[in-house]
Nanobody
Framework: QLHLMESGGGLVQPGGSVRLSCAAT????????IAWFRQAPGKEREAVSC????????TYVDSVKGRFTISRDSAKNKLFLQMNSLKPDDAGVYYC???????????????WGQGTQVTVSS
């Protein structure tokens, strides 16, 4: 049974850090392009970062460059998002997603998790 499950969200102060995890069952993340998306209240869901298994290429939305780092642990079949220097605008529900063909828009990804909430507030 194919399943992605995010964890690690919570309340963090501005300037703080948090690491999100995404555990996969039913698929081998080592053979998938994997991504993080987020959605803030009243805003459209946006792609935060994606890493391609085929060539290791990694992309980030401009607003998180230099602060967020996406990584995968193929042995554990997990995806991570290290989030540093958090800002209130980073708050939202964060989702992991995977696709065997490419990094793409949310609707184009093959499978998604249920999301984990990140709140950035003092």
């Amino acid at each position: 049974q194919l399943h992605l499950m995010e964890s690690g969200g919570g309340l963090v102060q501005p300037g703080g850090s948090v690491r999100l995890s995404c555990a996969a069952t039913g698929i081998n993340l080592a053979t998938y392009h994997i991504a993080w998306f987020r959605q803030a209240p009243g805003k459209e869901r946006e792609a935060v970062s994606c890493t391609r298994f085929s060539d290791g290429a990694t992309t980030y939305v401009d607003s998180v460059k230099g602060r967020f780092t996406i990584s995968r642990d193929s042995a554990k079949n997990k995806l991570f998002l290290q989030m540093n220097s958090l800002k209130p605008d980073d708050a939202g529900v964060y989702y992991c997603a995977a696709d065997p063909v490419d990094c793409g828009e949310w609707s184009a990804m093959y499978t998604w998790g249920q999301g984990t909430q990140v709140t950035v507030s003092s």
